[in-house]
């Protein structure tokens, strides 16, 4: 569901982008064509090979316009003459900043027609474009495809009319599997096997202890949780209010990693990741050359851990233990072995308290392996895990599964996004902080993300690691 809102998020700015440059070269061919030319002849000398490149410019700019205008939200619940009045007053916007800038520029006006044509056609074309999108989306909904599986907490007029909405009206994407008058754990873990996206609350009636425990539950299990407006006095750092059947409807995001944020967050996270790489790629070698050399093949140690929403996945890690030691498949009967003697050495020696584990003076470390632990470089093989989408280069701490089992239900708040190589927790204390500390500062960056926080907590990092505080996982 949330993959299939996204890709038509996604869709939007390629395709008015597009339309745009469309716009601007209809209208220089209109200019040029024989029944405008026999109304008014070319007297301006704006050749085609100059005239592209400055439509590919300004239609960035227009773009730009689209987007503080508000025009690439991830509402799913947007009125279409809404968006459209946004496209309209967008181009205008767009249209005056062509004007105001040749008139402060003193540029020799080439051509009215150019400028008032492709503005009455971008605002067509655009227009046109969201239409058919929509459309599309609704052709998928009438389909099953990518419908918000929801249940309705509540009963009285309120979810009655929002049942109804959503059973007669398909387009809004919406399908209830279930509607329950009260939340209970017992049935909505039932209903959780069968796959729930959204939670809508519209019980106004309802105690604080049972939203909470709704609210609660969506958070464990990254369901989507929203309510009708009347219901709670307070407001979230991170809402989206819309209309349903004429009903204002809030949503608690649990991060602004959403739409438009995620995109930019993997999108810096490819070019980043290639880029370490890249540059690191002679510390690559050299540490995969001395590993082979003191203790064998194979230099990866592959760990299971948790990650997105709870999906599991291998960590890619410089192996840093000898071979005996590790644990794992990989390593056979012998990481059975080495797991037994993990636990024993976690009860004796570990210095923290809570899920995770950390041991001191870990007997299993090779010399080289303390060294390139110090400093992080065993940490170098996860680029790869974040260039394949697996993990970030900024978020919260993988953890195992065993670990994360044994965390409370407001730890796996942390579970909201992708797991990350560095984070706020290790510019802040690293692996001195206690667990709940840990989780606490990773739920305020998931509440408060920005990419700009994750360029200062990217440029912390090496002078963290060389201060020698702790490795980084």
Partial sequence: MKRFELTFTFLQLPLDYFMLILAAFTAYSLRFAKITTAIRPVIFNLPWDKYWPLALIVAGGWIAIFAISGLYS????????SELNRVFFACATGFAAITIYVFFTFQKFD???LVLASWILAVIYVCAARITLRLLKILCYRLGLGLRRTV????GEVEEQILKTFTTYSHFGYKIVAQVPHFSLEKFNSLKK????????????????????????ANENHITFKYSADLFATISSNMSVSTIAGI??????????????????????????LFLIIVLSPVFLITSIVIAIESGFPIIYKNERVGQEGEKFLTLKFRSMYQKYCTGDQFGKDGEEALKLE????????????????????????PFGRFIRCFSIDEFPQF??????????????PHQPREVNKYEKWHKTVL?????????????????????????????YIEHWSLFTDLVILIKTPFIVLRKTGSII
């Avoid at 206690?434 to 606490?440: L, P």
Wanted: positive net charge; without cysteine; hydrophobic residues 35%.
């Fill in 111 to 113: 051509s009215r027609f």
């Fill in 248 to 273: 204002p409807i809030i949503e608690l995001r649990r991060t602004r990693l959403g739409g438009w944020g995620s995109l930019l967050k993997r999108l810096a996270d490819i070019v980043g990741s």
């Fill in 152 to 155: 309705i907490i509540g009963s």
């Fill in 384 to 397: 790869f895990n974040v260039l394949k989408g697996e993990m970030s280069l900024v978020g919260p701490r």
């Fill in 343 to 366: 636990k024993k050495l976690i009860e004796e020696k570990s210095e923290k308290k809570g899920p995770v584990y950390k041991i001191k003076n870990d007997p299993r470390i090779t």
């Fill in 416 to 444: 909201a996004i992708k797991p990350g190589i560095t984070g706020i927790t290790q510019i802040s204390g690293r692996s001195n902080l206690s667990f709940d500390e840990e989780a606490r500062l990773d739920i305020f």
């Fill in 194 to 217: 069968s796959g729930v996206d959204e939670i809508i609350f519209t019980n106004p009636k309802s105690h604080e202890e049972e939203a909470l425990q709704a609210i609660d539950f």
């Fill in 74 to 81: 991830t509402n799913p619940n947007r009125k279409l003459t």
